[in-house]
């Protein structure tokens, strides 16, 4: 039933009740038929549930994989005998499992709990007629049918259709987005079947649950609650939406498929080869025997080339990263409330944001006067308003606009507790929609006087003189042409305009009655006001024009308003970029595509609008973020990429399906969030490029190693490398600072690849090249050992030989992590000669400190299979200098890449 095309007699006999309410026990009975009047909780997701999803992930799935099938490797080659040390490799890899899993999970819990801090219950009682008198009960306690009793403060807590109404006015901001509180009326709505749905903020003879009343008192009967109520809609089709993967989600589930084939790839090309090997080149003859043989030897040294592929501290050392993010957005008031969700703000391409309490204050202000005299303006427009301002408070508590008024007396000195104690009010004309003005009378020093306010056109009609600076002058045609022309020019930028008179009196009123006093009136002036824009929101906007990021207006308040809001920010040029809700509605979701390219400011949207609009762009292949704190914002907020809700101002919905939350609700926490964001991104890559050069390296050096029957790195240099030298300046790079340029370049494509934009060719570029030194390193010692390389094809062990390939290949990963401070700008940059990375330093030199001390430490020699004494002081040096023979090569590698890229823009 269309409760709001009804008159109230048809209202109340639609639900059972009366005009005295209901009595006790109908009110028990509906409460048991119906339920509690809140909205259904979603069911908590369990921590084995929380586990299970973690360790879902395919990176980590592929180590438990790699875990398992090195287990059988160990037992088979074990013949029995075990030691603890056989299963170092598969401990590691389990505990780099536990770790990542375990971090996932607390960084979850952490931002749960802040989130639950953050939740709040708007309306815990409510005043309600039972058994015909007026009583207070728990908001949930309230049913169908039951009448509701308002007063200015008071929380809506269900859907009502009003009866009653005393210059009600309700602000409902967080359900329609409007600024401005709606004036409430009890008459039916016209409306017929065909016609456009009347929108919510438009049914002003309802009330909506999320509301608040702010002005006036009425009571009005309940005609819906919990999930049945609007708020209570748009809860359920939150709880229906799903949430797809992020970006890197998406590119990690790449990466563990591309890494699965190379893995699978490598470990039948060794089996071939092995078994090519035994046969062909050994001269063997074939048996069954000698091939069982031959296949489970050529099996483990697969298996073994085929675990030194998959760098096991990735998953660990990209949570870190993460997680490092998510600790550095709440220092910048930006809450995330999945780790997944940090880097996704790095790849946005679109933010559409609601205005109220978003872009703009949510606090109406006097931005313009027309008056003669400022300080009698403010006077009057302060004392006739029933706003007030406490002498220790500095903002005016009450009806939004009227809170402007006394807020704007405050800021010329003028409070208005020490103007009421100079002219307290006597009496007074209350507000009421057909005059559209209100009056009060005040005793002064020397008599009383009237002060007016209200609408223009109503108020002019009552003016017969008008106070210029030299005194008051006769209301003539032409004084009265000028004042309707400013008004129009307020109008026109969208300011809510009110006009203020007075009247003085030698002796009190007889009558107060408002046709009595509101005539014989003085023009004084007129105010206009607007919900104005947040002062940062201006620099926010422009950067995020510079990060090439498209910022989206999408509001319930009228399309004037959202107009000259956009335009004001930046957001629109012209109006023909700005569109009702109600034109969405002719439009089907193909042609939506390609409308939300030319337009940038929706007004008068209802909440599946909004979701539409986010639909498309991301139908697009957008990357799409939605802000905003309203009720009306919860849907789009789901159905966004990455939702972020406000935490002051933010509806409990909101925030529940918002991916990040504002602690400071300022919408340029969110231009800081997208930089961190893609700071995060930026230094994932760097971290990836860095470890899988550097793993295929080891995999090529293995693989020729098998090829070539000798060996230069043991399972305890693969270890030691995989676990300590890839991952310490791994974490370091994850805490890199912001390149210079970061905020400048384009947001990149969704559909961009990890190994896109050249960075695939520079991961195997770069891990030939540190093969190749590392490969020669190993040479230059079996030379330098053995004295000639002929020993080489025959298996002789060279273990000085290994030693300088071990240190060479640890002092080469550091310079690579060095390098890659920045994936294409060089090394030696102003910008990365400033911004220096005390963590990469540090890592630097704790891993060289190592990896020496197991090259000449005794006790440390025999783990790493080092024979005391026999490594040289000339050794060390070679080896330093073909690790530093990177930093070159990378430098001329990075300018060609720079070179590429510029061209590729042009």
């Known amino acids: 039933m269309k409760y709001y095309c009804e008159g109230k007699e048809d209202v109340l006999s639609s639900v059972n009740s009366r005009d005295g309410g209901l009595t006790s026990e109908e009110a028990e009975k509906r409460l048991a038929e119906n339920g509690k009047n809140k909205l259904a909780e979603p069911e908590k997701e369990s921590l084995f549930r929380k586990f299970i999803r973690s360790i879902a992930d395919p990176m980590i799935i592929m180590l438990i994989a790699a875990a398992a099938i090195q287990a059988v490797v160990t037992v088979l080659e074990a013949h029995g005998t075990f030691r603890f040390s056989d299963f170092a490799d598969v401990l590691v890899i389990l505990v780099v499992v536990v770790i990542n899993t375990v971090m996932s999970l607390i960084q979850e819990s952490k931002s749960e709990a802040a989130m639950e801090a953050l939740m709040q219950m708007t309306a815990a009682t409510s005043k309600v007629m039972r058994d015909g008198k007026v009583c207070v009960i728990k908001s949930e306690d309230i049913v169908e049918g039951d009448v509701v009793v308002f007063e200015a403060g008071d929380a809506v807590p269900a859907d009502c259709r009003i009866i009653e109404s005393h210059s009600l006015k309700v602000e409902e901001a967080a359900l329609t987005g409007e600024s401005v509180p709606v004036s409430k009326i009890i008459d039916a709505l016209y409306w017929r079947d065909g016609d456009p749905e009347i929108a919510l903020g438009d049914r002003k003879n309802m009330l909506y649950s999320g509301s608040t009343v702010v002005y006036g008192r009425g009571r009005a009967v309940v005609t819906a609650t919990g999930m049945e109520t609007e708020m209570g809609k748009i809860a359920e089709a939150l709880s229906e939406a799903e949430k797809e993967q992020t970006p890197l989600q998406k590119k990690m589930a790449e990466l563990s498929k591309f890494l699965t084939k190379l893995v699978i790839g490598i470990c039948i090309a060794v089996f071939i080869i092995g078994i090519v090997d035994s046969f062909l080149i050994s001269g063997q003859s074939f048996s069954w025997k000698v091939l069982g043989e031959s296949g489970l030897n050529t099996f483990i040294a697969a298996i073994a080339l085929a675990v030194a592929a998959i760098p096991e501290g990735l998953p660990a050392v990209v949570t870190i990263i993460l997680s490092i993010g998510v600790t550095a957005m709440s220092k910048r008031q930006a809450l995330i409330r999945k780790l ?13 944001s609601d205005k109220t309490g978003t872009l703009t204050q949510n606090k109406m202000t006097v931005v313009d006067e027309f008056t003669a005299d ?11 308003s029933d706003a007030e301002i406490q002498p220790e408070e500095t903002s005016a508590t009450g009806e939004p606009t009227e809170c402007a008024l006394v807020n704007y007396a405050f800021s010329l000195d003028m409070p208005k507790y020490e103007l009421s104690r100079e002219q307290p009010r006597i009496s007074e004309a209350p507000f009421d929609s057909g005059r559209k003005m209100m009056s009060t009378v005040h005793k002064t020093a020397d008599g009383f006087i009237q002060y007016t306010k209200g609408a223009c056109d109503m108020m002019l009609a009552r ?31 969208a300011l809510r305009v009110l006009c203020a008179a007075y009247r003085k009196y030698d002796k009190e009123p007889e009558s107060y009655e408002a046709e009595d006093i509101e005539k014989k009136l003085i023009f004084i002036g007129l105010t206009g006001m607007i919900d104005p824009c947040r002062p940062e929101v201006y620099e926010a906007i422009e950067k995020c024009r510079e990060a090439g990021i498209r910022p989206v207006m999408i509001t319930g308040d009228h399309k004037d308003t959202a107009v000259a809001i956009a335009k004001d920010l930046g957001i629109i040029k012209d109006e023909s970029e700005a569109m009702v809700g109600a034109e969405l509605d002719d439009y089907t979701d193909e042609q939506m595509m390609d409308l939300v390219t030319k337009i940038s400011v929706y007004a008068r949207v209802q909440p599946e609008h909004k979701t539409r609009i986010v639909q498309a762009w991301r139908a697009r292949g957008c990357v799409t973020a939605m802000t905003g704190d309203g009720v009306n914002d919860a849907p789009s907020i789901k159905a966004a990429d990455i939702g972020v809700g406000m935490g002051i101002t933010g509806t409990d919905v909101t925030k529940g399906a918002a991916d990040m939350v504002l602690a400071d609700d300022n919408f340029a926490t969110i231009v800081n969030a997208v930089e961190e964001g893609r700071k995060i991104y ?14 295929m390296a080891e995999v090529i050096i293995m693989f020729l190693a098998s090829l070539l029957n000798f060996t230069i790195l043991s399972p305890v240099h693969l270890l030691w490398i995989n676990m300590v030298t890839d991952s310490l300046p791994g974490l370091a790079l994850g805490v890199e600072k912001a390149e210079g340029d970061l905020m400048k370049r384009k947001p990149r494509p969704s559909t961009d690849g990890l190994f896109s934009n050249g960075a695939g060719f520079d991961m195997i570029w770069q891990g030939i090249y540190l093969a190749i030194i590392e490969i020669a390193a190993y040479l230059i010692g079996y030379h330098h050992e053995i004295g000639s390389l002929s020993g080489l094809m025959h298996g002789t062990v060279c273990v000085n030989a290994m030693a300088m390939a071990f240190l060479t290949v640890n002092f080469a990963e550091m310079m690579c992590a060095v390098n890659m401070r920045s994936r294409t700008g060089s090394l030696f940059s102003k910008s990365m000669l400033k911004n220096r990375n005390w963590w990469l330093v540090g890592a630097f030199f704790v891993t060289t400190l190592f990896t020496l001390g197991a090259i000449y430490i005794p006790g440390l020699q025999q783990v790493f299979d080092i ?18 023979s990177t930093v070159p090569v990378f430098e001329i590698g990075k300018a060609l890449r720079r070179r590429s890229l510029k061209n590729k823009e042009q």
Do not use: H, W
């Open 374 to 384: 400022k300080k009698l303006l403010a006077t009057a427009m302060a004392l006739c």
């Open 867 to 884: 024979e005391p004494g026999t490594f040289q002081t000339e050794e060390l040096i070679i080896s330093a200098v073909l690790a530093l």
């Open 340 to 352: 997944t969700a940090v880097e996704t703000l790095g790849c946005t391409q679109i933010i559409c």
């Open 463 to 493: 003016c017969t003189g008008y106070l210029t600076s030299e005194g008051i002058v006769p209301m003539t045609e032409e004084l009265k042409n000028e004042i309707e022309k400013t008004n129009k020019a307020f109008a026109d930028r």
């Open 682 to 695: 930026d230094n994932v890559l760097k971290v990836l490029q860095f470890q899988l050069s550097t793993n």
